[in-house]
């Protein structure tokens, strides 16, 4: 399906969601994707969101991906070599240059999908959110269940003592950041390129979307493993799948969306 001109939509017969396509409008996504949308919404009490950089770049967090995002940036390095760990550790001055300048959006504030998802799971009817995102929006939005498959900016340790830094911390740091309190190096708990998973943050979100009676994957080109084969656990038929561009998970969807998420998650009411 040429996802530039079609949207998979659903009508409900008494039983099942059955699939067919529908051209979608100039002016953006159609109705009957937003109302099929907003319906399987309705009709579910066991939602997982399962988010990607996405996400984010509403909130003005670049993605790594987009024609504007980190990848299709400039640097004496590629990014992915940046971040990666064998880079971390032989050139550990330039990676916190890099990390500093590109990593640490501080100032970014949570959008519309970050508050939606947030008072979906004070409704009762979002069980959790997985996402691939370090920057903690979804937190500062209000949500309480999130899986952070690739760490946070905002936890950062002394690997010699284990002293725990805020984010500000690293920021206001100077080179390379040691411990104030014994001058070990402090590392992000992020996830580098070279570096695996959690095992039991991955456990718990194999769990939540194997559990899920619908799963929202959004902002993901659903391109990075193992957090992308997440997708094959779900056991659903309220598979939805919205992100600007294709993805090679498109034809696996109950419901494709191509459009922004605040586009979206703006029209749920809750």
Sequence with gaps: ??????????????????????????????????????????????????????????SGIPDF?????????????????????????????????????????????????????????????????????????????GSKNVLELHGSVHRNYCRKCGKEFDAEYILNSKGVPVCDSCGGQIKPDVVLYEEGLDQQTLEDAVRCIRHADMLIIGGTSLAVYPAAGLIDYYRGNKLVLINKSTTPMDSRADLLIQAGLGEVFGQVMV
């Design 65 to 141: 991906r987009s024609v504007d995002g980190l990848y299709n940036q400039k640097y004496d390095y590629p990014p992915e070599t940046i971040l990666s760990h064998s880079f971390y550790v032989n050139h550990t001055e330039e990676f916190y240059r890099f990390y500093r300048d590109k990593m640490l959006c501080l100032t970014a504030k949570p959008n519309t999908t970050h508050y939606k998802l947030a008072e979906l799971e004070k409704a009762g009817k979002l069980k959790a959110v997985v996402t691939q995102n370090i920057d903690g929006l979804h937190q500062a939005a």
């Design 1 to 58: 399906m040429n996802g530039r001109n079609k949207a998979m939509c659903y009508t409900k017969d008494i039983h099942s969601y059955r699939k067919f396509s529908r051209n979608q409008s100039k002016e953006g996504i159609s109705m009957s994707s937003i109302e099929t949308f907003l319906q399987m919404v309705k009709e579910s009490d066991h939602i997982v969101f399962f988010g990607g950089a996405g996400v984010s770049t509403e």
